[in-house]
């Protein structure tokens, strides 16, 4: 698994919308890139709609948060629409990028896991716990206090 100090690791998935995402676009910015197992379910609708309603926050900060699960393009398409969320959330349906952060589950689903990153393109902080809370309290600590 991707560890703290370790460079942000190249990946690239389409988002809801089915428009190319790279980590090229991260480059020189502080990220929440977020693992999440499915789309619309209770624990990964939690997190998602705390990340959803800190944004502006994030955005002021200037920190992207990106959302990834192995869903495919229409099922994060309609877990953004009905919950309105507006940042990206990329389809992984080939499990690509997270093998490449070693976030996926023997069941072919992604774990859990958040990667923090600050501007310099490093991970800072690695937060891989079941609960959705942790993982938002953990982001905010590090982005948006002080």
Do not use: W
Request: hydrophobic share 40%; aromatic share 8%; net charge neutral.
């Amino acid at each position: 698994m991707v560890a703290v100090g370790d460079p942000l690791p190249k990946f690239a998935a389409p988002d809801q919308d089915g428009k190319p995402f790279s980590s090229d676009s991260l480059l020189g910015k502080r990220a929440v890139i977020y693992f999440y197992p499915q789309a619309d379910t209770p624990g990964c609708t939690i997190e998602a709609k705390g990340f959803r309603d800190e944004l502006p926050e994030y955005q002021a900060a200037g920190v992207q948060v990106v959302g990834v699960s192995t869903d495919d393009c229409p099922a994060q398409k309609a877990f953004a629409t009905k919950y309105g969320l507006s940042f990206p959330l990329l389809a992984d349906s080939r499990q690509e990028v997270a093998k490449t952060f070693g976030v996926l589950n023997p069941r072919g689903r992604a774990r859990r896991v958040s990667f923090l990153v600050e501007k310099d393109g490093k991970v800072a902080e690695v937060v891989d716990a079941s609960s959705a809370d942790t993982h938002l309290t953990r982001a905010r600590a590090r982005f948006l206090s002080g």
